[in-house]
C-alpha cells in the first residue's frame, strides 16, 4: 500500500506555527486546520502528493499532537510517534515563536513563487521554499552582472570577499564566471523586498558553500577572518 511521503521542515514549521499559536490539539474541523490542511496540498514540494489523504485534517491534527508530546508545558501527553525531524524543528523554533511565525509567513509567500529546486536544500533549517527563492535571487544573471560591475568600478577588481582569490587571474576572463553573488539577508527576511546591490556579496564557489553549510550564516567578512586566522 502506498505511503505519504514523510513531512519536510516547511511543513513542519507551518504545523509548528499553528501549534505554538494555539498551544493545543484542534479538532480537524476546525477553520485553521482546514486552511493548513489546503496550503499543505499547494505546497510545490513532493513530486508525488501521496495517497488520498495527503495532509489531511486528520493529519494536521496528528502533527500537532506529536508536538504536544514534545511540549513540557502541555498538560497532557500528546501523540508520541513523530520522528527525528519533529524533534529537530521543535528544538530549534519552539522557544521562539515570533521566528517561527516569520517563517512561516515567508513560506506562505513562497509557495507561489516558481522558484526550481536546487542542490543542497535538503536539511536546511528554514525550509526548502525559502531556501529555493533564495538562491533563485543569487543566480539572477541580471543582478550578478550589475554586481560585479559595480565592484569593478568600486573596487578596480573582481576577487572574493572571504577568501581574496581573484580568479580573472587564474582564469582570465573566464574567471569572472568562478565567482558567485552570496544573498546577506536571513531566509526568512525580504521575500517581498526589491534586492539591492548593498545586500549582495561576490564570493568564489568554495567559500559560498561554506557560508551556506552552518547556522546562524557567517558574513564574508567574518569567514574571511577565520581564513586569515588559519594562515
Given at each position: 500500500?502506498?505511503?505519504?511521503?514523510?513531512?519536510?521542515?516547511?511543513?513542519?514549521?507551518?504545523?509548528?506555527d499553528l501549534y505554538l499559536?494555539?498551544?493545543?490539539?484542534?479538532?480537524?474541523?476546525?477553520?485553521?486546520?482546514?486552511?493548513?490542511?489546503?496550503?499543505?496540498?499547494?505546497?510545490?514540494?513532493?513530486?508525488?502528493?501521496?495517497?488520498?489523504?495527503?495532509?489531511?485534517?486528520?493529519?494536521?491534527?496528528?502533527?500537532?499532537?506529536?508536538?504536544?508530546?514534545?511540549?513540557?508545558?502541555?498538560?497532557?501527553a500528546g501523540l508520541a510517534?513523530?520522528?527525528?525531524?519533529?524533534?529537530?524543528?521543535?528544538?530549534?523554533?519552539?522557544?521562539?515563536?515570533?521566528?517561527?511565525?516569520?517563517?512561516?509567513?515567508?513560506?506562505?509567500?513562497?509557495?507561489?513563487?516558481?522558484?526550481?529546486?536546487?542542490?543542497?536544500?535538503?536539511?536546511?533549517?528554514?525550509?526548502?521554499?525559502?531556501?529555493?527563492?533564495?538562491?533563485?535571487?543569487?543566480?539572477?544573471?541580471?543582478?550578478?552582472?550589475?554586481?560585479?560591475?559595480e565592484v569593478r568600478r568600486?573596487?578596480?577588481?573582481?576577487?572574493?570577499?572571504?577568501?581574496?582569490?581573484?580568479?580573472?587571474?587564474?582564469?582570465?576572463?573566464?574567471?569572472?564566471?568562478?565567482?558567485?553573488?552570496?544573498?546577506?539577508?536571513?531566509?526568512?527576511?525580504?521575500?517581498?523586498?526589491?534586492?539591492?546591490?548593498?545586500?549582495?556579496?561576490?564570493?568564489?564557489?568554495?567559500?559560498?558553500?561554506?557560508?551556506?553549510?552552518?547556522?546562524?550564516?557567517?558574513?564574508?567578512?567574518?569567514?574571511?577572518?577565520?581564513?586569515?586566522?588559519?594562515?
Open positions: 500500500m502506498a505511503r505519504n511521503p514523510s513531512w519536510t521542515r516547511d511543513e513542519l514549521i507551518l504545523a509548528l499559536r494555539e498551544r493545543r490539539v484542534l479538532e480537524e474541523t476546525d477553520e485553521q486546520v482546514v486552511e493548513l490542511s489546503g496550503l499543505l496540498n499547494e505546497l510545490p514540494i513532493h513530486a508525488q502528493r501521496g495517497v488520498g489523504n495527503f495532509r489531511s485534517p486528520d493529519a494536521v491534527v496528528m502533527k500537532l499532537a506529536n508536538f504536544r508530546a514534545l511540549d513540557p508545558q502541555s498538560p497532557s510517534s513523530g520522528g527525528r525531524l519533529d524533534r529537530e524543528v521543535w528544538a530549534s523554533l519552539a522557544e521562539d515563536p515570533d521566528q517561527t511565525a516569520r517563517l512561516a509567513s515567508a513560506i506562505r509567500a513562497a509557495r507561489a513563487t516558481a522558484a526550481p529546486a536546487t542542490e543542497d536544500e535538503d536539511g536546511v533549517p528554514e525550509g526548502r521554499l525559502l531556501f529555493r527563492l533564495h538562491r533563485a535571487r543569487e543566480r539572477d544573471p541580471a543582478l550578478a552582472a550589475k554586481q560585479k560591475a568600486r573596487v578596480g577588481r573582481l576577487a572574493c570577499e572571504a577568501c581574496g582569490v581573484e580568479p580573472t587571474e587564474l582564469y582570465g576572463d573566464r574567471g569572472r564566471a568562478v565567482l558567485e553573488c552570496h544573498h546577506r539577508l536571513a531566509l526568512a527576511e525580504g521575500v517581498e523586498r526589491r534586492t539591492h546591490l548593498a545586500d549582495l556579496a561576490l564570493v568564489c564557489a568554495n567559500c559560498h558553500r561554506a557560508l551556506h553549510s552552518a547556522r546562524p550564516w557567517l558574513s564574508p567578512e567574518s569567514l574571511r577572518d577565520q581564513l586569515r586566522c588559519r594562515r
